[in-house]
């Protein structure tokens, strides 16, 4: 039994579009609350809570259906996108609870290697998988509710990007055009697997020494739209370097060959993107929806040397992939 034939859409690009998910949200705010430093206005990628001048709480949850057949490899990708949430606050998870809608009919021994994979992944990133929640379900889905801890001055928001920053990827683009290239026969998905069970841990380490303006982590809404996101929020306008922009072995002879998703076009509705004379396939990459994506983050120019140097050092992945302006939207260039 494939785990992918259970499913209508895989990975994070089973969201729902990120224009709706803004129409739904419109208006609807929380409670006032002192202590909460980041809820839904802005909306980013984990809500945070301060407990004392020393300590707040990172909460997530993210889940989605199977975007791989081997059960281990989805129970890893889909901790380590839960988790990365966390990474990309500037947090450090520390317990997590499995989220799980399972088909009955599922042999004992899937689910199984499903919830190894992530409790695996889970200790990997320093945190506890204590519980959860099962249903049944006939489109498999899991994922993790994750809370970690932060201190309240060391949060990462993607609205703090300012101009005169630059803009770095921690891991190549591509993922959901590798997988559909290999249904295909286009491309290999060793390579996609492997990044979308890499934890942002690592980066998220080397990034707080430097304290960085603004980082999101690039999942479902592509690099275009979390793009969009950090300049609408911090009121700046972001330029990408289409030729500097990392791709994942076979995603651009995907892209080339006309492989694309729902999940693309729908970025492509939320986030505007001036494109003049660029490949079609360098756009198509820059909207492709990532799953367990790297983190973007806008760091000030003078630090740019020491943040090369200490990836570098650390054998991280790095690659410089535009520039903040003054001004107002979304350019490829």
Request: hydrophobic residues 45%; aromatic residues 6%.
């Amino acid at each position: 039994m494939k785990l992918t034939d259970l499913a209508t859409a895989g990975g994070c690009a089973a969201k729902y579009s990120a224009a709706r998910l803004e129409e739904l949200l419109r208006g609807f705010v929380p409670v006032e609350a002192e202590n909460l430093l980041v809820g839904l206005d802005p909306a980013d990628d984990a809500a945070v809570y301060k407990l004392d001048d020393e300590r707040a709480l990172v909460f997530t949850i993210d889940f989605f259906p199977p975007i791989v057949d081997d059960p281990d490899d989805f129970g890893t990708i889909a901790a380590t996108n839960a988790l990365n949430d966390v990474f990309a606050m500037g947090g450090q998870p520390l317990l997590a609870l499995s989220v799980a809608a399972l088909p009955e009919e599922l042999p004992t021994e899937v689910v199984r290697a499903i919830f190894d994979g992530a409790d695996r992944q889970v200790r990997e990133a320093g945190a506890i998988l204590a519980g959860g929640h099962t249903i049944r379900d006939d489109e498999p889905k899991y994922g993790l509710a994750v809370v970690g801890t932060v201190a309240p001055d060391g949060i990462w928001p993607k609205a703090g990007a300012r101009p005169g920053d630059a803009l770095y990827l921690t891991k190549p683009l591509g993922t959901a055009l590798v997988l559909g290239g290999a249904k295909r026969g286009l491309a290999d998905t060793a390579e996609a697997v492997r990044w979308m069970r890499t934890l942002n841990r690592d980066a998220a380490d080397v990034l707080r020494s430097l304290a960085p303006n603004a980082v999101t982590d690039v999942t479902g809404f592509g690099l275009a739209g979390h793009a969009h996101e950090m300049a609408t929020r911090s009121g700046v306008r972001i330029v990408l370097d289409a030729e500097r922009l990392p791709a994942i072995d076979g995603a651009l002879d995907a892209a080339r060959a006309g492989v694309t998703t729902a999940g693309t076009r729908n970025n492509r509705d939320y986030a505007p993107l001036e494109a003049h004379g660029v490949a079609p396939e360098l756009v198509e990459l820059a909207y492709d929806p990532q799953t367990a994506g790297g983190l973007l983050v806008s760091l000030p120019g003078d630090k740019r040397m020491s943040l090369e140097a200490q990836f570098a050092a650390a054998d991280l992945f790095l690659a410089r992939v535009g520039r903040v302006e003054e001004g107002t939207g979304l350019q490829l260039a």
